[in-house]
């Protein structure tokens, strides 16, 4: 099952990897909170990074990023999240 789905960081609009249904203004986001998704109420994680908009279904999420996100919403604030993905962009030389 697919847990992920990405969509051009220019657009305002993801598939929901769960269901494949359109969510629209949605994005961007810098909220680390999940989402549900309005069709079929999967948890969704909704940020942009390198140039990209992407939607992660937490709970079929391997158990490392569920995780990194439960980590993520109680020790970080918004700004911290963003910050931390520029910063995973950065040492991965995929900034755009
Ligand atoms: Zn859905």
Do not use: Y
């Amino acid at each position: 099952m697919n847990w992920t789905a990405t969509s051009d960081a220019t657009s305002k609009e993801i598939r929901c990897p769960r269901c494949r249904q359109s969510i629209v203004d949605c994005l961007p986001s810098a909220d680390h909170h999940p989402v549900q998704c309005p069709h079929c109420r999967a948890k969704l994680l909704l940020f942009s990074a390198s140039a990209r908009n992407f939607a992660v279904d937490v709970d079929n999420a391997p158990d490392e990023i569920r995780e990194f996100v439960t980590w993520a919403q109680q020790s970080l604030d918004e700004v911290q999240f963003v910050s931390l993905l520029l910063t995973f962009e950065e040492l991965l030389g995929i900034t755009p």
